[in-house]
């Protein structure tokens, strides 16, 4: 089938909510995919910060048929092996106070856990979400989502728990928090808010307020864990442990799962018939899951990608320097994003860059999101900076 076919077909028979880019993709490997026109791209998106592995990874793309050879789905009516060894996994990787899981198959599903974790656990009814946030599209996850053009149109089904403050604002919190307070949630780094680093003392500062309260604290890991920031999870940057946190996005490279991780103690506030999830948990995505946390291990991912992005945000600070059209380059290990003067340049660059083969992808307006899959190296580095380099000068 030909591109305009396939393009047809969506406007057609496909709910128009996403604002695609032109093209079909229909294979990968590594870091690179190709399209159904024969061009080949470096991905710098890999699915949103998700395929961390790159492409069909031999570890996942073997381990996954076998299982699915040998047994997809049973419901959480019985207990399955792969469930109970991808948990075992996990919080061998995850910070010491993250000890139990529950699982499911996304990002907002694992938030919405969360979420009536800490209210069962708490037995309190409110909760503390930051500017800038992004926590999925489901309607409490709308609930703490800071852009108001998602929420606003649903707002009639959007529970009225959640307050917002101002990202990185201590005094904030304090005016806000009390004791109804069951959470307060934050990205580590923020990712669909443009890739916002909190300064120093912020999360420490957060963690010493939540415990004044006895509020819980919940970390949403979904895009800025995985090893994506150079550490396991982005809080360890700042040596802060949650009371709850969730994983999605890399923990299946690209298989879908998601997972709330939490102290042993508020996790055993949930008692049978709490929650649950058909899907959840099974064979198949916990196979995945934990192919992707032995790999990472292995291959020292999180290490690499440390040592790979501080190369990476030395480039993109170059090119601060050059251009005018780039205000601040931000993110920690391979999170990073260049922030330019204006979303038309911003959309310019990514048309642009794409069709010198690069895929790579804009947020919170005029925000260039690079997250890359973990195993990139300098020299594709360098080749987005050759290209960006050139498309600055154009557009600025
Ligand atoms: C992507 C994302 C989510 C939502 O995940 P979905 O799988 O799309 O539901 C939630 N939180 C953060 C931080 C994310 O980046």
């Not at 780094?189 to 939540?210: T, W, Y």
């Amino acid at each position: 089938m030909r591109l305009e076919s396939i393009l047809d077909l969506d406007k057609k028979y496909v709910a128009q909510t996403y604002e695609r880019q032109p093209i079909v993709l229909s294979e990968g490997s590594g870091i690179k995919v190709k399209d159904i026109e024969g061009n080949e791209y470096l991905d710098f998106v890999a699915g949103i910060a998700t395929c961390a592995l790159g492409h069909s990874h031999p570890a996942v793309t073997e381990t996954i048929s076998k299982q699915a050879k040998k047994l997809v789905h049973v419901s959480n009516l019985f207990y399955n092996r792969p469930q109970v060894e991808l948990a075992k996994a996990l919080a061998g990787v995850t910070p010491d106070s993250i000890k139990k899981f529950f699982f499911c198959n996304s990002g907002a599903e694992a938030v919405e856990a969360a979420f009536k974790l800490a209210v069962k656990h708490a037995g309190r009814s409110h909760i503390i979400a930051l500017e800038g946030s992004f926590h999925g599209r489901t309607l409490a996850t709308l609930g703490a989502t800071w852009k108001k053009s998602y929420r606003e149109p649903f707002k009639a089904l959007i529970p009225p728990a959640f307050k917002f403050v101002p990202f990185d604002d201590l005094d904030g919190i304090k005016s806000v928090i009390n004791d109804r307070t069951a959470a307060v949630i934050a990205e580590p780094i923020q990712g669909e808010g443009g890739i916002n680093v909190p300064s120093e003392n912020f999360l420490s500062g957060l963690r010493d307020i939540c415990d004044d309260f006895k509020t819980l604290l919940i970390f949403d890991e979904i895009q800025s864990g995985m090893g994506r920031t150079g550490k396991w999870f982005a809080s360890e940057h700042w040596n802060v442990e949650p009371d709850i946190m969730t994983m999605a996005k890399a923990l299946g490279n690209g298989f879908p799962i998601g997972c709330m991780g939490a102290k042993s103690e508020v996790m055993d506030s949930f008692s049978p018939g709490d929650h649950a999830s058909t899907f959840g948990g099974n064979p198949l995505a916990c196979t995945a899951g934990k192919a992707v946390v032995e790999t990472m291990k292995k291959e020292r991912l999180p290490q690499h990608a440390e040592e790979i992005g501080r190369y990476f945000k030395k480039k993109l600070k170059e090119l601060a320097k050059k251009h005018k059209s780039v205000q601040e380059v931000r993110g920690r290990g391979l999170m990073l994003a260049l922030e330019l003067v204006d979303e038309k340049s911003a959309r310019l660059s990514v048309t642009k860059a794409r069709e010198e083969g690069i895929l790579i992808n804009r947020t919170a307006k005029n925000v260039l999101r690079f997250v890359p899959p973990l195993i990139i190296e300098q020299k594709h580095v360098n080749q987005l900076i050759k290209t960006l380099d050139q498309i600055l000068k154009v557009t600025s």
